[in-house]
């Protein structure tokens, strides 16, 4: 059984797994329009995985007895300066679902919904591969500097990424 409070909170956070695929899919956007395939083809598969994010929420909310309310949101960022400023804006925007996540957590243990709190731990882990990939991108990028040819080869680095659905356990 879900709280007034909870439940509102897990709608928001799907709303922001939601956002955040319209977001890098934006960003995907972007790279296409810079002639940067590979990368466009990084924030695809980033897009798949946060759309699979939001589905998890909504699952869980129906599976626990409650009714998913879905919510607008604003228009995502869709120009950058430069593909180190694109992955900073989304380092960001992981830290921002990160810190949400986070309450949610301590509110579902300020409730004690156990149910709630197992849920949520995949995210709270998740959220660490999330930013630490991120960050790493931007390392490399930062090496980069106006190097053509190393975002040319960090472009071809990154079309190789894959969609892999998280399993059932994970």
């Known amino acids: 059984m879900l709280s007034d409070k909870l439940l509102d909170a897990l709608n928001e956070q799907m709303k922001n797994e939601f956002f955040s695929a319209y977001l890098y899919m934006a960003i995907a956007g972007y790279f296409e329009a810079e002639d940067l395939p590979g990368i466009a083809s990084w924030m695809r598969v980033q897009?798949?995985?946060?759309?699979?994010?939001?589905?998890?929420?909504?699952?869980?909310?129906?599976?626990?007895?409650?009714?998913?309310?879905?919510?607008?949101?604003?228009?995502?960022?869709n120009l950058f300066d430069s593909p180190?400023?694109?992955f900073r804006f989304s380092l960001e925007h992981e830290k921002f679902v990160t810190a949400s996540i986070n309450k949610l957590m301590d509110l579902a243990k300020e409730e004690g919904n156990h149910a709630a709190?197992?849920?949520?731990?995949?995210?709270?882990?998740?959220?660490?591969?999330?930013?630490?990939?991120?960050?790493?991108?931007?390392?490399?990028?930062?090496?980069?500097?106006?190097?053509?040819?190393?975002?040319l080869r960090l472009d071809e680095e990154l079309s190789a990424r894959t969609f892999v659905p998280p399993t059932a356990a994970k």
């Open 117 to 151: 709190q197992i849920f949520l731990q995949w995210f709270v882990t998740e959220q660490v591969e999330e930013e630490a990939s991120f960050a790493l991108i931007i390392r490399k990028l930062e090496r980069i500097g106006n190097d053509g040819n190393g975002l």
């Open 47 to 77: 897009t798949l995985e946060e759309m699979t994010h939001g589905e998890k929420f909504f699952n869980f909310i129906t599976e626990a007895g409650g009714r998913t309310d879905f919510r607008a949101f604003d228009a995502p960022k």
């Open 84 to 86: 180190l400023e694109a």
